[in-house]
């Protein structure tokens, strides 16, 4: 099956960090975070943009453009993204990988085949609230969480560009959980808080739900530097 292009944007200055890139969305997630901001990409039922087409925009913009940003959904569901990414590369642009992290032999054989210039993993909670932020079904959390641990510490030490990031619902985290969620990541490079923003999410009901101020922000990632080298929000 090919890559399910279900979102395309040309150019972003903000998604690959000091680098232009565009924006490939792919359908689909086994997540169902409530405060996902692509729930188009659960329910898209054509592409957007053939990969035929893609390659062809891809082929204009040598020189105009670093490399590729690969996001969803959740991009290792997709059947034939080893060879999508193997064309992009063989074009001579980068490849950054967003994921949850649930998908680890997908990632080890990434990395393995040194496909991925740079990886930004989504942590979504301390391995306890992982169910509840999720929707994991209660007979895969097990296995999921395994994965989950095992991506960690596979970017930790693939030797690629790498960060981890949070999005934060104010109701959902406490100040504890970020130093459990520390714990999880110690020693990383980077680290993220994503504000939340309560427009176009999947769960209608977290429409009034409300993300931590700026001081409160810069309190928790002056806790969070005692496990990482660095921790900053967005």
Known sequence: MPMFIAGFQKTSLLDYPEKIACIVFTNGCHFTCGYCHNPELFEAKEPVLTVPAFFEFLNTRHGKLDGVVITG??????????????????????????????????????????????????????????????GMKEN?????????????????NSGIDYEFRTTVVKSQLSYSDFDKIGKMIKGAKKYYLQKFVPSKILDKRLSNEKTYSNFEMNEICAKLKHYVDFAGYR
């Open 73 to 134: 959904g959740e991009p290792t569901l997709q059947k034939d993204l080893f060879e999508f990414i193997k064309q992009i590369k063989s074009m001579g642009f980068c490849v950054k990988l967003d994921t949850n992290g649930s998908n680890y032999q997908i990632l080890n054989s990434l990395i393995s085949e040194n496909l991925l210039d740079y990886i930004a993993m989504d942590i979504k909670a301390p391995f306890g609230k992982y169910a509840q932020i999720t």
């Open 140 to 156: 895969f959390v097990e296995a999921e969480l395994f994965n989950i641990k095992k991506s960690i510490n596979l970017i930790m």
